[in-house]
C-alpha cells in the first residue's frame, strides 16, 4: 500500500505562485509515474501534469508555460511549482501515482487551491 501526503495549497491572488508537494511512502516500484491532476466545482478531474520517474513529462495545455512538474525518485516527492496563477486555476488538486510495475494506481487527500483577488 502506499500513501500520499500533499502540502502547499491556499489562497493566493491572481499572478502569484504556489508550490504543491506529495511525498509518497510505503510500498511502491521505482518504475512509476507521478503528478498532479485537478478537480474544479462542478467539473471532472482532469490532468495537470505528470512526469515519469525517467524524467519525461506532459502538460496540460491550461499549464504549458506557467507550472512546472518535478520529482525527487530518492524522496519519492512530486512537486508542481505553480506560476501566473489565474482563477480558473481555483480547484481541489490531487497527486497520483501509477506504479507501472504492480499496476496499482493511488490517489492522495486533495489540496484546496484557490485564486482569488
Known amino acids: 500500500q502506499v500513501q500520499l501526503v500533499e502540502s502547499g495549497g491556499g489562497l493566493v491572488q491572481p499572478g502569484g505562485s504556489l508550490r504543491l508537494s506529495c511525498a509518497a511512502s510505503?510500498?511502491?516500484?521505482?518504475?512509476?509515474?507521478m503528478g498532479w491532476y485537478r478537480q474544479a466545482p462542478g467539473k471532472q478531474r482532469e490532468l495537470v501534469a505528470v512526469?515519469?520517474?525517467?524524467?519525461?513529462?506532459n502538460y496540460a495545455d491550461s499549464a504549458k508555460g506557467r507550472f512546472t512538474i518535478s520529482r525527487d525518485n530518492g524522496k519519492n516527492t512530486v512537486y508542481l511549482q505553480m506560476r501566473t496563477l489565474k482563477p480558473e486555476d481555483t480547484a481541489v488538486y490531487y497527486c497520483y501515482v501509477n506504479d507501472i510495475w504492480y499496476g496499482r494506481v493511488y490517489w492522495g487527500q486533495g489540496t484546496q487551491v484557490t485564486v482569488s483577488s
Open positions: 510505503g510500498s511502491m516500484s521505482s518504475i512509476n509515474t
Open positions: 512526469i515519469k520517474s525517467g524524467g519525461s513529462t
